[in-house]
């Protein structure tokens, strides 16, 4: 930032500088011009009237700062300081032509003899010839020269610019490289918003690390004690097995529960694990192209068997619909809702798997007849370890996660999740995926 508004305020200066010193050495060259040609003009005058008091001899004792040429009416020489005669015929001269035609003429042009840009001064004389002066333009430029000092004070203001706008421009950006991000003040009304903007931002972050701070210690509290039950009864399980107090069929029906909690704590870790990766969002970024009607095919093939025992109808319709997304965890999404839809439905009922796509969005919906959710508990039941009835879903083998790992891997994938339930009457969920881009 100090670079850049050193750059642009140098930058200003130069060129404000830059044009003020060609204006100066402009309109001092024309000066200096204008001042040679009145001193041509008027030095012509005296030597005219010297030449008509004492003759061409009176031009000779003249000190040789000018050229003096005495030119008679045809334009031949008569006289000149600095070439020796015959000298060319000077007619064609436009201050010559000007003098013999209108009493005086002057102009600037490259000489013929010297082949120097010359300033040229010629009068009439009342006899009819012209005496001219004239002075090389090179002497204008010194007399320029003369004025030189002003240059170097030119370049001593453009030092004496650099330097200034360097400390401006550290002393406009030290207020804001020295602003205290914890108590954000500025000098500088018009950064106000800005921070103000940092302030609400960062009132924002606060708010938000200190809810997820309170989730994460919630979740874990949650976490023990959904644990801690499981193992409480597979200790005391095999307790009673190792203590002799269970025996013959009593001991195997002990073992059939230690199991039986262990495939739950098992469940449960693993819907743990899924969701601790889908928070610190380490689920492989890569994102294939996932044919969702062929996923649910897989799911519903895996849980016929289970759907059988409930003599639950379980079906799959709808189109092929691509899914930019990570199989696996779309699987698992699948998975979860179809399990519920079994968990939760009546012995006979039915489960329907449909993948559709609506106006290029590839969209499931997986229904069922089962008991359906009241409609207090239907945001609810996305929070982990939310159950409505704890000790039905624990009997069945929930882990109160299930839906969860849904919402979170529905995030993941931009879609939008949607339930419409009734109970007694079935539930059905829909995630709605951003359109395709193909
Ligand atoms: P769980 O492991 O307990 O099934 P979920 O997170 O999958 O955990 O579901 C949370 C709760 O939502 C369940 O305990 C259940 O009460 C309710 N639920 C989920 N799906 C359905 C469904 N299809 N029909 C009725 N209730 C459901």
Known sequence: MIKTIFRNTFLVGISVLILCAALFFGVQYSQVQDQTY?????????????????????????????????????????????YAMPVDNQLDCAEVQAALEEGEGQGTRRSDSSGKSTMYYAKRCPDGTVLRLSRPLGAVRQALIAVSPVFWVLV????????????????????????????PETTYPELAPLVGKIQEQKMTIQEEVAQRESLRREFSANVSHELKTPLTSISGFAELIAEGVAEGEKAKEFSRDIYKESQRLLALIEDIIRLSKLDEEAVSPDHDKVDLYAVCSEVVDSLLPVAEKQMIDLQLTGV?????????LLSEMVYNLCDNAIKYNHTGGSVTVDVSLQDGSPRLSVSDTG????PEHQKRVFERFYRVDKSHSKEIGGTGLGLSIVKHGAQYHGAQVKMESEPGIGTKIILEFPPSEE
Do not use: C
């Open 38 to 82: 009145a001193a041509l003009r008027q030095e012509t005058i005296y030597a005219e009237q010297g030449l008509s008091l004492s003759g061409v001899d009176y031009l000779k004792t003249l000190d040789n700062t000018n050229r003096v040429t005495w030119i008679a009416g045809d334009g031949s020489v008569l006289y000149d300081s600095d």
């Open 156 to 183: 001593l203001v453009l030092l004496i610019s650099g330097v200034l706008s360097f400390r401006a421009a550290k002393q406009i950006v030290r207020p804001i490289n020295d602003m205290d991000l914890d108590h």
């Open 320 to 328: 092929h619909a691509q899914v930019p997304g990570n199989s696996q």
């Open 371 to 374: 008991i359906g959710i009241a």
